[in-house]
């Protein structure tokens, strides 16, 4: 299995940016696909996850209405559209996968993780 997260960068808060993660090496309908994130000198935490069989998702407090996870199934590609950025969401964002028929927050029982992309938001 393969996971490759892009679209990182540099933007104002208030500002907007896409994240994607490409998956590779196996069918993902039994996955769920979730984004964590690692700002310095912290925990990695759970930010969002996305059941692929059926689209269900769930989401940090931190990012309730302000992120949301999609997959496109045609592509094998998870999308982390995240608006309203704040100074305090800058981290390394990782995707991660897992065969299991719920969402985890737990990072350490994700079996997959794609590179990490830079996620800075300036003030």
């Known amino acids: 299995v393969q996971l490759q997260a892009c679209g990182g960068g540099l933007v104002q808060a208030g500002g907007s940016l896409r994240l994607s993660c490409a998956a590779s090496g196996r069918t993902f309908r039994t996955y769920v696909m979730a984004w964590f994130r690692q700002a310095p000198g912290k925990e990695r935490e759970f930010v969002a996850g996305?059941?692929?069989?059926?689209?269900?998702?769930m989401y940090a407090d931190s990012v309730k209405g302000r992120f949301t996870t999609s997959q496109d199934s045609t592509k094998n590609t998870v999308f982390l559209q995240m608006n309203a950025l704040k100074p305090e969401d800058t981290a390394v964002y990782y995707c991660?996968?897992?065969?299991?028929?719920?969402?985890?927050?737990?990072?350490?029982?994700?079996?997959?993780w794609g590179q990490g992309t830079l996620v800075t938001v300036s003030s």
């Open positions: 996305v059941k692929w069989m059926n689209g269900f998702t």
């Open positions: 991660a996968a897992k065969e299991t028929p719920l969402v985890i927050t737990t990072s350490k029982l994700y079996d997959f």
